[in-house]
Nanobody, 128 residues
Framework: QVQLVESGGGLVQSGDSLRLACAVSGRNVGSYAAAWFRQAVGKERNFVATINWAGKETYYSDSVKGRFTISRDDAKNTVYLQMNNLKPEDTAVYYC?????????????????????WGQGTQVTVSS
């Protein structure tokens, strides 16, 4: 059974940094693509960033490009989201997701429906 457990959320001020971690268990190293999504109160869940199975390719939403970095450490089976220069509009619950295989990943990676496994989420709050 695949389990994803996020950590690292918290309350920070505008301009600060945070690093989220997503520990993955129940999957072999390198056998999944991973992504981060976020959901603010009263809004739908939106794509933030993704990293492919080999960890060689990453993609970001326009709202975080240049500020956030997704990475993976396959030795630790953990996916990270480094968030710099945080803004109040980044406030949301951040969810980690993993995808076993999907032939249209490269065209649909920003769609939450393609991901097979989800974590419980971690709250990030950015004060102005």
């Amino acid at each position: 059974q695949v389990q994803l457990v996020e950590s690292g959320g918290g309350l920070v001020q505008s301009g600060d940094s945070l690093r989220l971690a997503c520990a993955v268990s129940g999957r072999n190293v390198g056998s999944y693509a991973a992504a981060w999504f976020r959901q603010a109160v009263g809004k739908e869940r939106n794509f933030v960033a993704t990293i492919n199975w080999a960890g060689k390719e990453t993609y970001y939403s326009d709202s975080v490009k240049g500020r956030f970095t997704i990475s993976r450490d396959d030795a630790k089976n953990t996916v990270y989201l480094q968030m710099n220069n945080l803004k109040p509009e980044d406030t949301a619950v951040y969810y980690c997701a993993a995808l076993d295989f999907f032939e249209n990943y490269y065209s649909d990676y920003d769609k939450s429906t393609i991901y097979d496994h989800w974590g419980q989420g971690t709250q990030v709050t950015v004060s102005s």
